[in-house]
């Protein structure tokens, strides 16, 4: 089955502040994405990456940045967190091409006071 | 989002009763997927597809493949654990837009 952890499980930040939330799979998938999903939305696409090195933009990238280091681990940087900045963000990791069926972890719930 | 329409947005169901959820979408789509979110927020992947039907167990999928501007889920013989918010994500060039749920609760 495969594993996608994210942590923190919740976070609370202020407004300015630089917020780091990391994502880790170890099924050697290639492709990792960051949603975030607000109350009552679907899931909105903020940034992916087809493997270590590469990152790209999303529908809605501003004020995010991403990070992919290596295969397992790919982050999301908020360098000056804002209140509209509030969500649960997801991660996901898929294998690419005609098998790319999603795993998502659990979510991290970010509070920006 | 708006490339991705779901319907509907809400739908409850009596246990043992069959119903259908549909998403259109407002351009040709390569693939589609379902999820389920539970209460607690997690999301599980229900069905891929390229094109087509799948089935498992008592859900089933489909995947117009002459024009890919749509799919359904059928649920059938509903059950109390079916409840929960159902999302289609459909892909276009590489990126997944996901719609905005249906909320299904299932009653006794």
């Known amino acids: 089955e495969a594993a996608v952890t994210q942590s923190p499980r919740n976070k609370v930040a202020v407004t300015g502040g630089k917020v780091t939330l990391s994502c880790n799979q170890t099924n050697n998938h290639n492709n990792m994405y960051w949603y975030r999903q607000d109350t009552g939305h679907g899931l909105r696409l903020i940034h992916y990456s087809y493997g270590a090195g590469s990152t790209e933009k999303g529908d809605i990238p501003d004020g995010y940045k991403a990070s992919r280091p290596s295969q397992e681990n790919f982050s999301l940087i908020l360098e000056l967190a804002t209140p509209s900045q509030t969500s649960v963000y997801f991660c996901?990791?898929?294998?690419?091409?005609?098998?790319?069926?999603?795993?998502f972890g659990s979510g991290t719930r970010l509070t920006v006071l | 989002g708006d490339q991705v329409e779901q319907s509907p947005s809400a739908l409850s169901l009596h246990e043992g009763t069959d119903s259908a959820l549909r998403c259109n979408f407002t351009t040709t789509m390569r693939s589609v997927q379902w999820f389920r979110q539970n209460s607690r927020g997690s999301l599980i992947s229900l069905f891929y597809l390229a094109s087509g039907t799948k089935e498992n167990g008592r859900l089933k999928s489909a995947f117009d493949s002459k024009e890919r501007r749509y799919s359904t889920l059928h649920i059938r013989d509903a059950q109390l654990e079916d409840s929960g918010t159902y999302f289609c994500?459909?892909?276009?060039?590489?990126?997944?837009?996901f719609g905005d749920g249906t909320v299904l609760t299932v009653k006794p």
């Open positions: 994500a459909a892909e276009e060039t590489g990126k997944l837009t």
């Open positions: 996901a990791s898929g294998g690419g091409g005609d098998a790319e069926t999603l795993y």
